[in-house]
């Protein structure tokens, strides 16, 4: 389908079709049993990227600090 204002690539969406069927069926065939894990730490120092975007005069400090 087109979009952001542009029209279909009718070649491309004949192509690219069968690649998504391929892609499937080789995900399907590679199927393995999974071990899932997870972890907790607190690690203040690396929470800096973040951006805690308020409206003026509703800021609020960084609510994984607090």
Do not use: S
């Amino acid at each position: 389908m087109g979009c952001l204002g542009t029209r279909k690539d009718t070649a491309y969406a004949k192509f690219l079709t069968p690649k998504i069927a391929e892609a499937i069926v080789a995900a399907n065939a590679a199927l393995q049993p999974v071990r899932i894990g997870w972890g907790l730490l607190d690690d203040w120092e690396h929470t800096h990227n973040r951006r805690w975007i308020r409206l003026q005069g509703k800021e609020v400090g960084d609510p994984i600090k607090n």
